[in-house]
T-cell receptor, first 108, second 116 residues
Framework: RKEVEQDPGPFNVPEGATVAFNCTYS??????FFWYRQDCRKEPKLLMS???SGNEDGRFTAQLNRASQYISLLIRDSKLSDSATYLC?????????FGAGTTVTVRA | ETGVTQSPTHLIKTRGQQVTLRCSSQ?????VSWYQQALGQGPQFIFQ???????GRGNFPPRFSGLQFPNYSSELNVNALELDDSALYLC???????????????FGPGTRLTVL
């Protein structure tokens, strides 16, 4: 079983739409969680950390469900610039474990 | 920008050759991690160095080795290259090891290696 699993998408949404997707992780002892964004052929960049109480950063909302071991990301009022691959990331003690990514394409 | 640089940006090698990839971390960052990202996959952890010692290793064979130097630079060496080694290689620096509670890693732009 993979350490982090994501729906690969692609999610193809119009500008202004809301899009949401999840990932699941296998290590119940994982301590911290993140969403990274990766543009085509570029390095991953930290989008936001994910806290147990849920957190927002502008149009982005992240949720963590420890009991079910899943993490979600919701993007409101999608912009063309939100088109990217979103990587779910789990801190497994000494390393980051990445999912394969969810591709989001926002169309005009 | 993250302040982490990598060289070269692109590299083409043939099967069986050896390659050295380089990374320059942010000043003051004692930890560097290396990741391999194959096409269509997420980055996979290779190993981590903390104060010039290997501090954790992923599921990669011994022909993947590394060095970290006191001047915040590091190297990833791969011997006996195989076709499947073709990937984007990313280094990431952090203030300390993730096991010590340091969460944030800053990624370099990567080196794209092609093995023919």
């Amino acid at each position: 079983r993979k350490e982090v699993e994501q729906d690969p998408g692609p999610f193809n949404v119009p500008e202004g739409a809301t899009v949401a997707f999840n990932c699941t992780y296998s290590n119940s002892a994982s301590q911290s969680f993140f969403w990274y964004r990766q543009d085509c052929r570029k390095e991953p960049k930290l989008l936001m950390s994910v806290y147990s109480s849920g957190n927002e950063d502008g149009r982005f909302t992240a949720q963590l469900n420890r009991a079910s071991q899943y993490i979600s990301l919701l993007i409101r009022d999608s912009k063309l610039s939100d088109s990217a691959t979103y990587l779910c990331v789990v801190n497994d003690d000494y390393k980051l474990s990445f999912g394969a990514g969810t591709t989001v394409t926002v169309r005009a | 920008e993250t302040g982490v640089t990598q060289s070269p940006t692109h590299l083409i090698k043939t099967r069986g050759q050896q390659v050295t990839l380089r990374c320059s971390s942010q000043s003051g960052h004692n930890t560097v991690s290396w990741y391999q990202q194959a096409l269509g996959q997420g980055p996979q952890f290779i190993f981590q160095y903390y104060r010039e010692e290997e501090n954790g290793r992923g599921n990669f064979p011994p022909r993947f080795s590394g060095l970290q130097f006191p001047n915040y630079s590091s190297e990833l060496n791969v011997n006996a290259l195989e076709l499947d080694d073709s990937a984007l290689y990313l280094c990431a620096s952090s203030l300390g090891p993730l096991s010590a509670g340091t969460d944030t890693q800053y990624f370099g732009p990567g080196t794209r290696l092609t093995v023919l």
